[in-house]
């Protein structure tokens, strides 16, 4: 659905109408695209665009950009763009192709666009809460997309009640994530004087008080700005067209647009394109705690992070894994797609052929619809189907990137034992998830981890696997080659980046429910519901 917000309009963020859905979610509102009908895996994070150019098809380049990026969010998309004296937002539910077509895209004409890709971390997955987020300010206009999850958002929801009045009310907030927390706090900012500030000026005041994991790009009618945490956990580069610059969440939705890679956005940096040239603040020391979970499987296997490429990382921690957890077996197969690298990286290590045992189905892929009773009894077989030709009589070693609740490789241990395998030896590229992560991938929760009540020989009883075996922490940071201080492993050893509020103030659900925990919580709540 396409939303106009002229600019300088009092409140234009609440010109916005329930759209009719153009696709079915999942009975708890969120989206599935594991191997397993119903199945919750480690989500991913949301993904972030945008592109100042003048003469170029700014809405083309981050359609494009969101398309290599549509693996960090299924949930929603939007593209917000400026023609320098208004900004445009069209935004929906669905994956990027499904709310984008020529017709939407060539009505989006400008030279600033930002664009986003959602995975709900915080706020439910309804089209209020998809993005960009749009406010007035009192210079035009903002819109503005977020990647990763804060931590402390009932600070930030006081700091919007706290807002100077707008027509005698506090300024509005629609939705209910974090990301529309920052969106007011960066149009509503006052000099000395008690004259608005312009966005730049607002950010650099605003930045530092935001805590928590955020890749930021956002735009007023003519400058784009892009900005991120100071331990730069999720990942944002620099790219450079022939007549402007990028800025996107992977160094792989630089090379779909013709980008150039120029370099990463650094932690703690804050940065304005505009027709002056680029400009570059620092709002916060870096204190560099990447998360090695996009190494593991959130990005792309085509993007480098910090230097390192994330597919000669996986493969990496195949050999590894190999070298750590050996296995008397006659073949190495993968499940598809992430498992991938990690399985030819222990073949190439332990010398064991690799094969192709399982074929996905790519077509059902990140899928909307979801499967009829008698389509979930048969499972997995939904998205792989066994080559039993291959698999017949082998003993096989099966490489996956991590295990959640465990249900998907009981599902496919299971397959593959019917499919005639002799053994089935289960290998995981990453530690045994035993924690919760609050900056932006939604695992289950603690109590649904698998590792968290159950030893590895235990899990592997319970998969129905001949045998079970992690990489270590230290052999799945050595094949980043970031060293280990320098990266966030907090879902793996419980050792996070940085202080975390009570328990009762953090939550996907926090800015959606009053907590009986106490009166900040209540208070963030209320603040997202004043007039």
């Known amino acids: 659905m396409r939303t106009t917000a002229p600019s300088g309009i009092p409140n234009s963020d609440q010109w916005s109408i329930s759209p009719t859905l153009g696709c079915v979610p999942r009975g708890d509102g969120r989206l599935s695209h ?62 990027v192709s499904q709310v984008f077509d020529e017709t939407s895209l060539s009505s989006l004409q400008g030279h600033i666009a930002v664009g986003h890709t959602r995975y709900s ?84 005041k605003v930045l530092p008080a935001v805590k928590g994991a955020f890749s930021l790009v956002f735009m007023d009618e003519h400058t784009l700005y892009a900005a991120r945490d100071p331990q730069g956990m999720r990942p944002l580069v620099l790219g450079r067209l022939e007549r402007g610059w990028v800025v996107a969440s992977e160094s792989a939705a630089l090379d779909i647009c013709g980008a150039s890679f120029v370099r990463e956005i650094e932690p703690g940096e804050f940065i304005a394109v505009d027709e002056n040239g680029l400009r570059s603040t620092r709002f916060a020391e870096a204190k560099p705690k990447g998360c090695v979970f996009e190494y593991v499987y959130l990005a792309r296997p085509d993007t480098d992070i910090a230097g390192r490429n994330v597919y000669l990382s996986r493969v990496e921690m195949g050999r590894t894994l190999a070298r750590e957890a050996p296995a008397d077996a006659d073949l190495v197969i993968a499940t598809p797609e992430s498992g991938t690298p990690a399985a030819i990286g222990y073949a190439e290590q332990s010398g064991i052929p690799f094969g192709s045992g399982l074929v996905k189905n790519a077509y059902v892929g990140r899928t909307f619809i979801q499967p009829s009773q008698t ?43 019917e499919a005639g395998a002799a053994e ?67 879902c793996f050893d419980g050792e996070y980046p940085m202080d975390l509020p009570d328990p009762e103030l953090l939550g996907k659900q926090l800015l959606e429910t009053e907590l009986a925990a106490g009166p900040a919580a209540t208070a963030a709540a209320e603040a997202l519901r004043r007039p």
């Open 375 to 417: 389509i979930r009894q048969l499972g997995i077989r939904l998205k792989l189907n066994p080559l039993r030709e291959v698999i017949r009589g082998k003993r096989l070693v099966v490489v996956d990137d991590s295990i959640v609740r465990g249900n998907t490789q009981r599902a496919l241990v299971k397959m593959l034992r």
């Open 121 to 204: 971390t915080t706020g439910a997955s309804v089209w209020e809460n998809s993005q960009p987020t749009f406010r007035a300010t009192g210079y035009g206009s903002i819109a503005l997309g977020h990647n990763g999850n804060l931590v402390n958002t009932a600070e930030l929801a006081g700091m919007v009640a706290d807002l100077p009045k707008e027509n005698g009310h506090t300024p509005r907030v629609s939705a209910t994530n974090d990301s529309d927390l920052i969106t007011p706090l960066l149009a509503n900012q006052m000099d000395d004087e008690g004259k608005p500030l312009t966005v730049e000026a607002a950010a650099v």
């Open 424 to 490: 089935v030896h289960v290998r995981i590229s990453s530690p045994p998830v035993k924690w919760p992560c609050f900056f932006g991938i939604d695992f289950a929760t603690r109590a649904e981890l698998i590792a968290n009540g159950m030893t590895i020989e235990e899990i592997g009883k319970s998969l129905g696997a001949d045998s079970l075996s992690y990489i270590s922490i230290d052999g799945m940071i050595e094949a980043t080659t970031i060293p280990k201080q320098n990266l966030c492993r907090a």
């Open 34 to 95: 594991d191997l397993l009908p119903g199945e919750k895996g480690p989500q991913d994070a949301c993904g972030v665009f945008g592109v100042w150019a003048p003469g170029e098809e700014v809405a083309k380049l981050t359609y494009f950009g969101l398309y290599a990026l549509q693996h960090r969010g299924q949930e929603s998309a939007g593209i917000a763009v400026s023609n320098g004296s208004q900004i445009l937002v069209f935004k929906d539910m669905g994956l």
